[in-house]
């Protein structure tokens, strides 16, 4: 579909669209509209900004005109993005009768609500916690339910609606299309997707896929066992601040303590957190006085600091886009970042498909390099230093012994791993408070 005019639009939804000055498709509703008036269900990998409200909005519309007696649930994250919807609702909407929408979101009162239910809404939009409060009252019912759809569902499960999720869906007809958005692809999504989606059709969209040329960016090769070592040597040998992303709020949690008990001063953010202690690792990290953030995708994706140095991939995201996203943090606004990808050779795949959308997208070709040969002496040395290291000056070594620390990557379910087996913690094979550093990488 190229134009809005190729669908057959109903009068009014074509004017609204004129008005909203909607003229030509953005690439997810492109693709995602013809695939949803078909009627199957759909899952649609975009970010907020793509215009994906619309690419469910319209055949939703389309839907509850051609039945009366049906109604649309959409569910999101934030009471936010509920009312951001709401307001493309109403847009698009504007010259249709009998429209009527009713937004369930927690930290209203309850009053406005029980009315905007009384007058019979062809479409709720609901955050899960107040949906399952009027469930649980029985002030809303969702038995004509004829479409639903889980908007931001990747958002919706970081912040632990999962057990929502599931009482809700008890609550609304087996029969009926479901439509699933987000902007990652994780195992947590396809898993969401498998239980309550029947045979979707998938839409994405590559909403970033040239990155800025001021990102140095390298890929550096490492192992499972070695990523540990890769990342304390990367990180040595940079000066400024970093941005670590990793692949899931157990491994944020653990290489945040990892780079912790190296004496680096580094703080976290991730969906399991709560909104306070993001703002405050965030602050920490926006004045300088934290120097290295490490963040999920999800978490990362509101944060807005100028001026950081270096990005580091300690697990590649799943989703190629996100690599763009992710660099797209240091290099702003012509200043020099670097972004450095720390890539198994389970993670290969994934790299190739980055660095297939930057060839795509014109991007530099990033430069590929091998982990640094392992600074054993160092490593095999922990010296006796004081609790906290220096993080800018040389240290000195001595008696390099044979024997290395186990410091492997952390294991999917987030126990430590690897580095020759250990499958405990690797805090228990490192004597604590011992600093790394590699006189080759200090500047
Ligand atoms: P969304 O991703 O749905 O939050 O939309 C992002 C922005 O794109 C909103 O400001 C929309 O008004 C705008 N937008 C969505 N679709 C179109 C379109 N087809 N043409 C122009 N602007 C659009």
Do not use: C
């Not at 509703?29 to 899952?43: C, E, N, R, S, T």
């Not at 896929?209 to 940079?238: P, Y």
């Amino acid at each position: 579909m190229q134009q809005f005019n190729e669908l057959n639009l109903p009068q009014p939804l074509k004017q609204a669209l004129e008005t909203m000055k909607f003229e030509t498709p953005t690439p997810i509703q492109a693709q995602a509209i013809p695939v949803a008036l078909k009627g199957g269900d759909l899952v649609g990998i975009a970010q907020t900004g793509t215009g994906k409200t619309a690419a469910f909005g319209i055949p939703t519309i389309m839907r509850l005109m051609e039945n009366p007696a049906a109604t649309a649930l959409i569910l999101a994250p934030t009471r936010e993005l509920a009312i951001q919807i709401e307001g493309v609702w109403r847009d698009l909407t504007r010259y249709m009768k009998d429209m009527r929408s009713a937004i369930l979101v927690g930290g209203y009162s309850m009053r406005p609500q029980l009315q905007a239910l009384r007058q019979k809404p062809r479409l709720i939009i609901a955050t899960p916690g107040r949906l399952i409060d009027h469930l649980e009252q029985r002030t809303v019912n969702l038995a004509t339910v004829a479409v639903l759809i889980l908007d931001e569902a990747d958002r919706m499960l970081d912040m632990g609606f999962a057990p929502q999720l599931n009482q809700i869906m008890r609550h609304v007809p087996k029969e009926r299309q479901t439509m699933l958005f987000t902007a990652t692809w994780e195992k947590e999504t396809d898993a969401l997707a498998k239980r309550y989606l029947n045979q979707p059709s998938r839409v994405a969209v590559a909403s970033a896929s040239k990155a800025a040329d001021t990102v140095e960016q390298t890929a550096v090769e490492t192992t499972v066992a070695k990523k540990n070592d890769t990342l304390l040597d990367e990180i040595n040998r940079r000066a400024g601040t970093l941005l670590i992303f990793t692949r899931t709020k157990s491994r944020t949690d653990r290489v945040t303590k990892f780079l912790a008990s190296y004496g680096l001063s580094v703080s976290r953010i991730h969906g399991g957190r709560s909104q306070a202690q993001r703002n405050a690792a965030l602050a920490g990290f926006k004045s300088g006085q934290i120097r290295i953030l490490v963040a999920t995708d999800i978490a990362a994706r509101g944060i807005d600091v100028t001026g950081i140095g270096h990005v580091i991939n300690y697990d590649l995201p799943n989703v190629p886009e996100d690599y763009v996203h992710r660099i797209g943090r240091t290099g702003r606004a012509g200043a020099s970042g670097s972004a450095v990808a720390l890539v198994t050779p389970e993670e290969r795949p994934l790299w190739r498909a980055i660095t297939t959308l930057l060839q795509r997208g014109g991007s530099n070709a990033p430069k590929t390099v091998a982990a640094a040969a392992p600074s054993g002496l160092v490593r095999s040395a922990p010296l006796p230093q004081p609790s906290r290291a220096p993080q800018n000056r040389p240290r000195q070594y001595r008696n390099p012994q044979p024997q290395r620390h186990q410091r492997g990557e952390f294991t999917r379910d987030g126990r430590g791993g690897g580095g020759g087996g250990g499958s405990s913690s690797e805090r228990k094979d490192r004597p604590a408070q011992s600093a790394v550093t590699s006189p080759r990488y200090w500047r």
